[in-house]
Every structure is written in structure tokens, then in C-alpha cells.
């Protein structure tokens, strides 16, 4: 079991320093966009990118789920070629007619989302990226399935900075403003699927199989309504705030996001090692009691990002470089939304855990089930919390919608393969967590202060008896084997 736990941990290392890397442009670019931007065009940017997200859905169509499944399977050189050429071609032909048709009507489409075309160019924009994404998600994919983990890191690494130099030059220099952002994304997504050829070609040369090709349509079609629904509930709020709020609560609302997905990218970090883990584990005759450990040790790592962020983001979004802070003053208010957000984000990497017993059964007919009805209930918390809370509002209905995803896809999964997880263990860092927080919320706290209750977080997770004997050891014998 350790072993399992340590390559896992490895990975979601490896990955996780890259995919924060990789994803860490969006806290980059934050000081240049509310630095630069004013709030309502910082709006506008975040539909527009809202749009990008739900839109790559069906540039990819379920093909990433289904190949990363299948391709894993496959135990023949062969027969990976096979399934990389048909899912390969199969985006390939649905990218080009996406974006061509988008393109041509993107005059349409500006006016039916924004009621005039001055956006325009920017959807145009928008479909080439698209384009370059939809490529370049299959070669990714393969990487991540070989485990190559360095490889994949050092290409997104890549494409981060080439997109944090073209935004620096574009919106600073050149004064492009909205323009530049989107300008910036499509350079850096053509490059990086120039930079990802090798994969393709090592891969691209085997026959398209239509056999092939309908059963990773069986499987991959039910992951468009469940992962449309999961984005929807990351996006569709902008548009609810757009139309009760306005582009500028949009600005302010898509910043202390931004600031909140600190959580998100731990939780994608861990997403990317978690998926092959889990399926290359699931035949060990101890598998279920790693799961079980994965969920208690992830929900503490969990814990330790949100108390940090949660006690520092204010000292740190008015740090001052020269004229100019992390962040605009404009943008301050923003950060009330951060505890919310990441709260919202760690129900959704419960949500992420228990989605094994869906994958190790093939069940995946119950995901649209579940995510429908976390969608259904971020569409009426939007309704009726952004009139009452405004940003804060839409912030707790994603709450409340992955909330409801994670338990209704706990219960779902236990009925197909039953995981006896930790909740008293999980329950004792729950309140030790609500305690430390609520002291934070509830007194104004120094710096010093702050990096002090850190320090007791630790200490009361030993001494509630949260980290067990055993734990305690390995714990002890690493320290000693670091300062020796």
C-alpha cells in the first residue's frame, strides 16, 4: 500500500508543481488585468474565457475520458496507435468545422451573447484557440497515460510563459487591451501544438477504427451533459451576475475567483495522477482501504491550502511594486469571495474521489444524473442568492451545487463498490478546521499572529489524534532523515 501511496504522491507532485506553474498564469496575469483593465472590460474577458470552457466540451466530446480509459487498456503498441488515429482524426475533423462555421458567424454569435458585434473579433479569436486546444488535448492525454509526467509538465511550462510574455507585451506595451489577451492565448496555443507534434507523430500512423472509434463514443458521449454541467457551474454565475450586476461585478467577481482557484489547481494537480492511479490499483486486493487513506490525507492537504490562503490573501493582494499593487484598488472588495470559492472547490475534489466506483464499474450513465442536479441547483442559489448577496451570492451557490454532486455520487458509488472511508477521522479535522477559521474571521489577526495559529493548526491535528501512531513514525523518521 505504501508503495501505491507514494507513487501516487510522486505524480500528483510532479504534476501539481506544473499544472500550478501551468495555471498560475491566471494569478500572473491578474496584476496586469486589474492593473490595466477596468472592471467592466475585465468582464467582459471573463465571459468570454466562460465561453472558451463550455465550448472545449464539444470540441473534445467525452474522446478525452474515453481515450484516456481505453488507451491505458491497450497492451499492444498497435493498438494504442489505433485508438490515438481515431480519436486524433475524429477531433480533428469536428475542430475544423467548429471553428470555421464560428468564425464565419461570429458577427451573429457576438450580438445573440453581448446585443451589439463590437466583440466580434474576439469570438474569432476565441474559435481559433479552440482549435489549437482541441489538438492539442489527445497528445496530453498520452503523455499523461505513458506517465511522463516531466515531459508533460516541461511542455505547459512552456506555453505558460509564452502566454505570460505575449499579455505582458500585448495589453502593457503594445496597449492592445482586450484584444491582447486573446491574441496572446491563440499564439501560445498554436505553439504549444506545434511543440506536442512529436507525440503525435509518434502515435498519429495507426488505422482509424471505426470499431474503435464507436466504443469510445459509447463510452465518452454520457461525460458531455455530467462535464458540461460541472462547467456550467464554475461559469454560468458570470452570466447570472452580468445580467442582475452588471460587467463590472463580472470583473470583481471573476478576480476573487481567480484568487479562489489556489484550490483548484491542488485539486486538478491531484485530478491528473488520481485518474490512472485508481484504475491501475483498482485490481490490488487492498485497494479500497488506499482509497480510503487517498480521501482522508487529500481532505488535509485540502485544509492546509484553505486556512493559508484564507489568512494571507488581503496582505498579499496589497503587496506595492513600484506605483502598482498585486492587485488594482478597484479589484480590493474582491477577495471577500476567496474562503467561499475554495470551499466550493474542496467539495468538488470529494466529488473527484468518489468517482471511482463509477470508472472501475463503467456506470458512467449515472454521472448527467448527478451533475444535472448540481446544475439545477446552481441555476435557482444564482437566482435567488445574486439578487440578496451579489458576488457573495454566486459564490455560495456553487457551494451548494458541488456539495450536492459529492454526496449524491458518494451514495451512488457505495452501491457499486463500497469504500469504508475515515468520517470520524475526516469529522475531527472538519472541526479543527472551523475552529481555526472562525477565530480568523471573527479577530482582526497580525501577520505574526496569522503565521502562529498556522503553527497550532499543526499541533492540534496531532493532539486531537487526527494523525494516528503509525503516521507519527513515518512523519518522525522523514524529519530525522531530512536534518541528518
Request: proline share 3%; hydrophobic share 55%.
Amino acid at each position: 500500500m505504501l508503495d501505491s501511496l507514494k507513487r501516487l504522491t510522486k505524480n500528483s507532485a510532479i504534476y501539481g508543481i506544473g499544472h500550478i506553474f501551468a495555471r498560475s498564469i491566471a494569478f500572473f496575469l491578474l496584476p496586469i488585468y486589474t492593473n490595466f483593465l477596468p472592471t467592466e472590460d475585465f468582464g467582459v474577458a471573463v465571459l468570454l474565457l466562460s465561453l472558451l470552457a463550455v465550448c472545449n466540451i464539444f470540441y473534445v466530446y467525452g474522446m478525452d475520458s474515453a481515450f484516456l480509459r481505453y488507451f491505458i487498456e491497450a497492451e499492444q503498441i498497435g493498438e494504442k496507435k489505433s485508438i490515438f488515429s481515431t480519436v486524433f482524426y475524429s477531433i480533428l475533423g469536428t475542430a475544423l468545422l467548429f471553428s470555421v462555421v464560428g468564425y464565419h458567424f461570429a458577427d451573429e454569435l457576438a450580438g445573440l451573447i453581448f446585443g451589439t458585434t463590437a466583440h466580434a473579433e474576439l469570438l474569432q479569436l476565441c474559435f481559433g484557440i479552440l482549435f489549437f486546444d482541441g489538438l492539442s488535448a489527445i497528445p496530453f492525454l498520452a503523455l499523461r497515460a505513458e506517465e511522463k509526467s516531466v515531459q508533460f509538465v516541461s511542455l505547459k511550462s512552456l506555453i505558460t510563459i509564452a502566454t505570460l510574455l505575449l499579455n505582458w507585451i500585448f495589453i502593457i506595451h503594445w496597449q492592445w487591451g482586450l484584444a491582447g489577451i486573446f491574441r496572446a492565448n491563440l499564439y501560445a496555443s498554436a505553439a504549444g501544438f506545434l511543440l506536442l507534434l512529436p507525440v503525435v507523430f509518434r502515435y498519429l500512423f495507426g488505422r482509424f477504427s471505426l470499431s474503435s472509434f464507436k466504443l469510445l463514443m459509447r463510452f465518452g458521449l454520457p461525460y458531455i451533459p455530467s462535464t458540461l454541467a460541472v462547467i456550467l457551474m464554475d461559469v454560468i454565475d458570470r452570466f447570472f451576475l452580468e445580467r442582475m450586476a452588471g460587467s463590472s461585478a463580472v470583473g470583481l467577481y471573476g478576480a476573487g475567483y481567480r484568487l479562489g482557484m489556489f484550490m483548484a489547481l491542488f485539486i486538478a494537480a491531484f485530478r491528473f495522477a488520481w485518474h490512472p492511479f485508481f484504475l491501475a490499483t483498482a485490481k490490488k486486493p487492498d485497494a479500497q482501504a488506499i482509497f480510503s487513506k487517498v480521501l482522508s490525507y487529500f481532505l488535509l492537504s485540502c485544509a492546509c491550502v484553505f486556512l493559508a490562503i484564507s489568512y494571507f490573501i488581503d496582505d498579499i493582494v496589497r503587496v506595492q511594486i513600484g506605483k502598482y499593487h498585486i492587485f488594482g484598488e478597484a479589484y480590493w472588495q474582491s477577495t471577500t469571495v476567496v474562503p467561499i470559492v475554495m470551499l466550493a472547490y474542496v467539495f468538488y475534489g470529494a466529488y473527484v474521489n468518489f468517482v471511482v466506483g463509477i470508472h472501475i464499474k463503467k456506470k458512467t450513465q449515472y454521472l448527467p444524473l448527478i451533475t444535472g442536479a448540481g446544475l439545477i441547483a446552481n441555476i435557482v442559489g444564482n437566482l435567488l442568492l445574486i439578487p440578496r448577496w451579489n458576488i457573495l451570492g454566486a459564490a455560495w451557490a456553487t457551494v451548494i451545487s458541488y456539495a450536492i454532486m459529492a454526496l449524491a455520487l458518494y451514495f451512488v458509488a457505495q452501491r457499486l463498490y463500497p469504500v469504508r472511508y475515515e468520517f470520524g477521522r475526516i469529522a475531527k479535522l472538519v472541526t479543527i478546521v472551523g475552529v481555526f477559521y472562525a477565530n480568523f474571521a471573527l479577530l482582526q489577526w497580525g501577520f505574526v499572529s496569522k503565521l502562529g495559529f498556522g503553527l497550532l493548526f499543526i499541533g492540534a491535528l496531532f493532539a486531537s489524534g487526527f494523525i494516528r501512531p503509525k503516521e507519527r513514525q513515518v512523519i518522525r523518521s522523514a524529519f530525522l532523515k531530512r536534518i541528518r
